[in-house]
Nanobody, 118 residues
Framework: QVQLVESGGGTVEPGGSLRLSCVAS????????MAWYRQAPGKQRDVVGV???????NYPPSMKGRFTISRDNANNTMYLHMNNLKPEDTAVYYC????????????WGQGTQVTVSS
């Protein structure tokens, strides 16, 4: 069973930066893709960005420019670098990974809280 563990959340002032980490229990190169999602109170869970098995990244238009996903294969870790944070970025951030075998299997972490407030 794959486990994903996020860390790095916390409280930061507007304009600040944070780096979130997601450590997987297995070899992250085995995942077809990994992604970061976020969910604010009372809202749906939205994708922040995706990194493919080949290392390509994709972001929704609203996330481009301030959020960057990277990956450290040697340490089975995916990162989310967040810059110029705004109060509306406040949410629980979740790590996601997907394997494609006979079917698509998705794994989730437990989430890490990010609060942007002065």
């Amino acid at each position: 069973q794959v486990q994903l563990v996020e860390s790095g959340g916390g409280t930061v002032e507007p304009g600040g930066s944070l780096r979130l980490s997601c450590v997987a229990s297995g070899d992250i190169r085995s995942f077809a893709s990994m992604a970061w999602y976020r969910q604010a109170p009372g809202k749906q869970r939205d994708v922040v960005g995706v990194i493919t098995q080949g290392g390509s990244t994709n972001y929704p238009p609203s996330m481009k420019g301030r959020f960057t996903i990277s990956r450290d294969n040697a340490n089975n870790t995916m990162y989310l670098h967040m810059n110029n944070l705004k109060p509306e970025d406040t949410a629980v951030y979740y790590c996601n990974a997907a394997r494609i075998l006979a079917t698509r299997i998705t794994y989730w972490g437990q989430g890490t809280q990010v609060t942007v407030s002065s």
